[in-house]
Structures are given as structure tokens and as C-alpha cells.
């Protein structure tokens, strides 16, 4: 039999329905689904920068190897090893900053898991990390799909896990008001919609690849 819903029940699942922060997420806390997010991502990310480093390894090792990630002409990540896009930042790999990075996301996912909560300089460098990680997946992009014409796919598993990290750090962050109180409403709408924007920019980014790759799709299949 339904019991009947307190006032205090409606009222905490209208603040959700409107995205609305509580207390535990505007002391540095996160909710359970919010965490889980920033796990699996992070940890799916984390893996293809391992995978392209090990690829990395094996092509600097012996040039000739076929590598896991080469599976045809269009697909394959043996031609950007040793290549300047592939060193942007002192001459260090790309895929170890990935790493780095995504390593560190983990962990304070598990931290938040566990209830622990992060200081607002932390929320606040991670969206900013995210708004710079996002620009350079615009800028592989570009090189991937105008200079190269190729795709990685290690880059691609990246590429996916990047939009919900940062989809999910850019709303909570600024919907506890850590980044501003002014973007507030912003980040709101950005925790109520969040799985509709990522939706959409999926749609996006798949409709670009395969209208981009067109005339070679069609050639390997």
C-alpha cells in the first residue's frame, strides 16, 4: 500500500526536479549518481590512455608491429606516435598527461564515494581542467578529421568519456555555487538537462564522423 508523501519528501524531490544543491554538495560533497559518473568515466578514460601508451611503446620498440588500434587505413593510432601532435606539452607524451589526469579523477571519485567532500578550489580547478581538456579534444578533432583524416581509437574512447566528466563537473560545480553565484541558475539547468545535452552532443559528434568520413566508409565497407 502507498503511504502518503510528507511535505518535507515533496519538497526534497521538487529541489531535485529543479536541480536545486543541498547542503552536503555546497560544503564539497556529491551525490552517489554523481560520483558513480565521474568514476566509470574516469576509469574507462583511463585505461584507452593506458592502452595508448602501451601502443606507443610497442610502435617506438619496433616500427614495424602491427598495433591492437590500427584496424584499418581510417582507423588506427600508429601514425601519430612520435609526432609533434602527440607532444603538444614539453615533448611528453599526450596520453601520460591523459593519464595523470585521469588517475587523479578516480581517485576523488572514490574519495566522493566515500562521502568525503572537496574543497571548492578543488571543484573549481577540476572545471577549469575540463573547459582546457575539452579544448584539446576540439583541437585533436581537427587534426584527426582535416590534417590527418584519421581516427584513433583510443583518442574516440577519450573523446566520449570527456563529455560526460565534463558535463557533470561544469553543472555541479556551478550549481553548488562553487564557481559563482551568478552561474547558479546555470549550472541548475545544467544538472536537469544534463543527459538530454549529452545526448545531443553525442548526436553531434556521431553525425560529424560519419558524414566527414563519407566517401571512406565506404570504401572499407
Not at 178 to 192: E, T
Request: charged share 10%.
Amino acid at each position: 500500500m502507498n503511504q502518503e508523501l510528507t511535505d518535507e519528501q515533496i519538497d526534497l524531490r521538487l529541489a531535485k526536479l529543479r536541480g536545486d544543491s543541498d547542503l552536503n554538495q555546497r560544503s564539497g560533497g556529491a551525490h552517489a549518481s554523481t560520483a558513480w559518473i565521474l568514476l566509470v568515466f574516469s576509469a574507462i578514460a583511463s585505461v584507452a590512455s593506458l592502452g595508448l601508451i602501451m601502443s606507443e611503446k610497442s610502435k617506438l620498440e619496433d616500427p614495424k608491429s602491427a598495433l591492437v588500434c590500427d584496424v584499418n587505413p581510417l582507423i588506427g593510432c600508429g601514425k601519430w606516435v612520435g609526432t609533434w601532435q602527440n607532444e603538444v606539452f614539453f615533448g611528453i607524451s599526450n596520453s601520460v598527461i591523459g593519464l595523470a589526469f585521469f588517475a587523479a579523477l578516480t581517485a576523488l571519485s572514490i574519495a566522493l564515494l566515500t562521502g568525503s567532500k572537496l574543497h571548492r578550489n578543488i571543484w573549481i580547478v577540476l572545471s577549469i581542467s575540463m573547459v582546457a581538456g575539452m579544448i584539446w579534444v576540439l583541437w585533436f578533432m581537427y587534426q584527426s578529421l582535416v590534417i590527418a583524416r584519421s581516427l584513433c581509437p583510443f583518442c574516440m574512447v577519450i573523446w566520449l568519456c570527456m563529455i560526460p566528466l565534463s558535463i557533470t563537473i561544469w553543472g555541479r560545480s556551478a550549481q553548488a555555487g562553487h564557481l559563482s553565484n551568478q552561474l547558479v541558475p546555470l549550472g541548475k539547468a545544467i544538472v536537469r538537462n544534463r543527459f538530454v545535452i549529452a545526448s545531443i552532443v553525442y548526436a553531434v559528434l556521431f553525425t560529424l564522423l560519419a558524414v566527414w568520413f563519407w566517401q571512406d566508409w565506404q570504401l572499407l565497407f
